[in-house]
């Protein structure tokens, strides 16, 4: 059950990867230049008041060292990355390893 939750998980991440990177080559395509678009920009575009949010909840119970750091580094990188790597990790925790049955080691 597990398993299949990270998947699925996995999926809308790497589906939500598609769309920024389709973004931001339609708007390199415009520009003529290119255009990467840094996940806080896509996320202050879209809900400014919970970016504010998550930012205060993390410097309240966390610490602003973590999001100085950390966090802030992350949100710097263009947005299709940040979820293309968060899709592979969410997708390598339910992937699940065939089991050889019937077979020896050294044949």
Same mark, same amino acid.
């Given at each position: !059950?597990?398993?299949?939750?990270?998947?699925? &998980? &996995? !999926? +809308?991440?790497? #589906?939500?990867?598609?769309? !920024?990177?389709? %973004?931001?080559?339609? /708007?390199?395509?415009?520009?003529?230049? %290119? +255009?990467?678009?840094?996940?806080?920009? #896509? @996320? %202050?575009?879209?809900?400014?008041?919970?970016?504010?949010?998550?930012?205060?909840?993390?410097?309240?119970?966390?610490?602003? *060292?973590? @999001?100085?750091?950390?966090?802030?580094?992350? %949100?710097? =990188?263009?947005?299709?990355? +940040?979820?293309? +790597?968060?899709?592979? *990790? *969410?997708?390598?925790?339910?992937? /699940?390893?065939?089991?050889?049955?019937? =077979?020896?080691?050294?044949?």
């Amino acid at each position: !059950m597990f398993r299949f939750i990270f998947r699925l &998980a &996995a !999926m +809308v991440a790497l #589906s939500v990867s598609v769309i !920024m990177a389709v %973004l931001d080559t339609t /708007r390199t395509v415009a520009a003529s230049a %290119l +255009v990467l678009t840094p996940l806080n920009a #896509s @996320w %202050l575009a879209v809900s400014p008041d919970t970016r504010a949010a998550f930012e205060t909840f993390v410097r309240a119970k966390a610490s602003p *060292l973590l @999001w100085d750091g950390a966090i802030a580094w992350v %949100l710097n =990188q263009p947005g299709f990355a +940040v979820f293309a +790597v968060l899709a592979f *990790l *969410l997708y390598a925790i339910g992937y /699940r390893r065939q089991r050889r049955t019937g =077979q020896f080691a050294a044949n």
